[in-house]
């Protein structure tokens, strides 16, 4: 379009980037693991052999937490219901036997994934990665809260 005499200049406004769920995911890993990793103090060598180790730990709740919430969501359409019938009580207690196997699995799972993610840490940093585990998700949390709030004003 060609500009004319008295046109007001448009403001523009760079596209807001759009990151996928995936992408997102990748970015809170790498942060976790980068701060972990300082957190222990852990050497190159530690490092090297932490790295798998602790994407393993991570993959196995994030697994565990989808097919979770995926049999959740089959018992809940279920429970839902004013009535159930025979085929839907079978169902159901299927349902509950599978969440009772998968929380047992995960259980199983993720505590070999700890110890296997523990191997070559010294008492302290074992200490310190329990410590680090148990906060990581409370200031995320804390921190997206205010990048939320930080974006609301911007409006």
């Known amino acids: 379009m060609p500009i004319k005499a008295g046109d007001q200049p ?3 406004t760079p596209p ?7 992408e997102i995911i990748e970015i809170l890993d790498v942060l976790k693991l980068w701060k972990a ?15 798998p ?12 937490y989808r097919s979770r919430r995926d049999l959740v969501s089959e018992i809940k359409k279920l ?12 169902k159901l207690e299927e349902l509950m036997a ?10 199983s ?6 110890r296997a993610m523990t191997e070559g840490l010294d008492t302290v940093q074992k200490a310190k990665l329990i410590v680090f585990l148990e906060s990581y998700r409370r200031d995320i949390r804390r921190i997206l809260m205010h990048l939320r709030e930080l974006g609301e004003r911007k409006r």
Do not use: H
């Open 10 to 12: 448009k403001e523009l």
């Open 16 to 22: 807001k980037p759009r990151l996928s769920e995936k």
């Open 37 to 51: 990793a300082k957190e222990l103090n852990l050497t190159s060598e530690q490092l090297a052999s932490f790295i």
């Open 53 to 64: 180790k602790f994407n393993r730990y991570e993959e196995v709740k994030r697994e565990y």
């Open 79 to 90: 429970v839902e219901k004013k009535t159930l019938d025979q085929n839907e009580k079978a």
């Open 98 to 107: 599978k969440l009772e196997e998968l929380d047992d699995k995960f259980y």
């Open 109 to 114: 799972d993720i505590r070999e994934a700890f």
